[in-house]
């Protein structure tokens, strides 16, 4: 039995080694450590929570007053520039109508002299009122003068009618007040007589 198991051949440990690296399953040498498993965070306690909610309340109040504060000086500076452009927004007006008022006290002067001639000075008024509806057209104002046209109740304001042979019923005869309107808009209806048509003979409704 000994002389036996003597001759048996005994496994080839580095022939196995190599068989097992042809074959692509290499023999591990060292055993890889387990990995230990993941703790999770405990959650934050209620006095942290409270805590950082008071954080933020405080952040968004702050923010708060901010934006009131930003608010409120918005609304002065609002104030304060819409007080300022209704002082001084005929401010250019007034300055275009300086020429006018100098030519018109040229006038005056001119006939307290006591050789004045009334024709000049009636040449010298005309002047100074067609200087004056011209600065005023410039800035928008619009002279209503509708002699002759139809009655307009969007723009004209009539005072009475009267029959007439020339004018045609509903048209005006005469204009007693010019009217004005600013760029578009209506400051002042022209009062005006309207016509009511030939007159009817006697005897006729």
Known sequence: MTSQESTEPKPNTEA???A??????????????AKEPKTEEAPPSLEDQLVSAKADAAAHYDRYVRAVADH?????????????LRQYAASRVLEDLLPVLDNLGLGLNAAAQPNAD?????????MVQTQLKSTLEQHGLKEINP???????????????QPSQEIAEGN?????????????????PASVIVSSGAPKPEGKA
Do not use: W
């Open 16 to 18: 196995s080694a190599d």
């Open 118 to 126: 009334l024709k000049t000075l009636v040449d010298g008024v005309g």
């Open 147 to 161: 002699a002759g046209q139809a009655f307009d109740a969007h723009q004209h304001e009539a005072l009475s009618q």
């Open 172 to 188: 005006i005869i005469t204009v007693v007040r010019t009217g004005y309107s600013l760029n578009g808009r209506l400051v002042r």
């Open 20 to 33: 097992a690296a042809n074959s692509g399953n290499p023999v591990q040498s060292e055993v890889q450590p």
């Open 72 to 84: 409120e000086n918005f609304r002065k500076r609002t104030t304060r520039e819409k007080d300022e």
